[in-house]
C-alpha cells in the first residue's frame, strides 16, 4: 500500500520562505514529484527528485532523503499567487500516489 | 506548446445516465494517465495506457468505467449508469515514458 502524509494548511507572509515536509512508505519508488494545484485548476508539476539530495529550480526547491521516506518543498519569497495546494507524490513503476495536498495562505 | 486538453470542462447529468469525457494530450507523449479528485484530497490514480495498450486498471474502476485510447493518441473516459459517487474532477495527464507527467485542467462532474 501506499502512505504519504504532509501537513494540511499552512500561512506565511509575503516575502517569507515556507518548508513544506512529506514522509512517505510506499512498495515501490520511482521518484518523488511536488505539483502545485489553484483551486479549480490542473495540477502544474513543479519539482522532482529520484536521487538523494536537493534539486533547485528558481525560488522552488526540493529535497529527498530515501532512507528516511522524506522529502520536502521549500518556497522562497514568497509571493501572493503561490497561495495554492501543494502536492507530494510518489512515483511506483509509472503511477502516481498522491498525498492531499498541503493548502499554503500568503497573506500580506 | 499546447499541452493537455480536456473536454467539457463541466458535466452535470441525473443518476443513471451515461457520460463520456475526451483527453488530448500533448502530441509527442506516449503514455496518458487518467486519475480522479475529490474535495481536499490529492488525485488517486485510475487507468494507463502506453499507446493505444491499456496496462492497468485501479481497482476503483468499476465496471460502469471504461476507458479507449484508439489510436494512441486521445482517449476517452465513459462511465455508464452514472451514482452520486461519482461526482468528482476527472483528470487526465500525459508523459514522455517515466518523465513528469502534465495533466490537463479536468473535467468536473456532477450527479444530479
Known amino acids: 500500500g501506499q502512505n504519504i502524509d504532509q501537513p494540511t494548511e499552512m500561512t506565511a507572509t509575503e516575502g517569507a520562505i515556507v518548508q513544506i515536509n512529506c514522509t512517505y512508505q510506499?512498495?515501490?519508488?520511482?521518484?518523488l514529484f511536488w505539483y502545485q494545484q489553484h483551486a479549480g485548476e490542473a495540477p502544474t508539476f513543479l519539482s522532482y527528485?529520484?536521487?538523494?539530495g536537493l534539486e533547485e529550480k528558481g525560488r522552488f526547491s526540493s529535497f529527498l532523503s530515501r532512507s528516511k521516506g522524506y522529502s520536502y518543498l521549500l518556497l522562497k519569497e514568497l509571493q501572493m499567487k503561490d497561495s495554492a495546494s501543494y502536492l507530494c507524490?510518489?512515483?511506483?513503476?509509472?503511477?502516481?500516489?498522491f498525498g492531499a495536498g498541503t493548502t499554503v495562505t500568503v497573506r500580506a | 506548446d499546447t499541452g493537455v486538453s480536456q473536454n467539457p470542462r463541466h458535466k452535470i447529468t441525473k443518476r443513471g445516465q451515461n457520460v463520456t469525457f475526451r483527453c488530448d494530450p500533448i502530441?509527442?507523449?506516449?503514455?496518458l494517465y487518467w486519475y480522479r479528485q475529490t474535495l481536499g484530497q490529492g488525485p488517486e490514480f485510475l487507468t494507463y495506457?502506453?499507446?493505444?495498450?491499456?496496462?492497468?486498471k485501479s481497482r476503483l474502476l468499476s465496471d460502469r468505467f471504461s476507458a479507449e485510447r484508439p489510436k494512441g493518441s486521445f482517449s476517452t473516459l465513459e462511465i455508464q449508469r452514472t451514482e452520486q459517487g461519482d461526482s468528482a474532477m476527472y483528470l487526465c495527464?500525459?508523459?514522455?515514458?517515466?518523465?513528469?507527467?502534465?495533466f490537463g485542467d479536468g473535467t468536473r462532474l456532477s450527479i444530479l
Open positions: 510506499t512498495s515501490g519508488f520511482n521518484g
Open positions: 507524490a510518489v512515483m511506483n513503476d509509472y503511477k502516481l500516489s
Open positions: 527528485n529520484v536521487l538523494d
Open positions: 495506457f502506453q499507446n493505444e495498450a491499456q496496462l492497468e
Open positions: 502530441s509527442e507523449h506516449n503514455r
Open positions: 495527464a500525459s508523459s514522455f515514458e517515466n518523465q513528469p507527467q502534465h
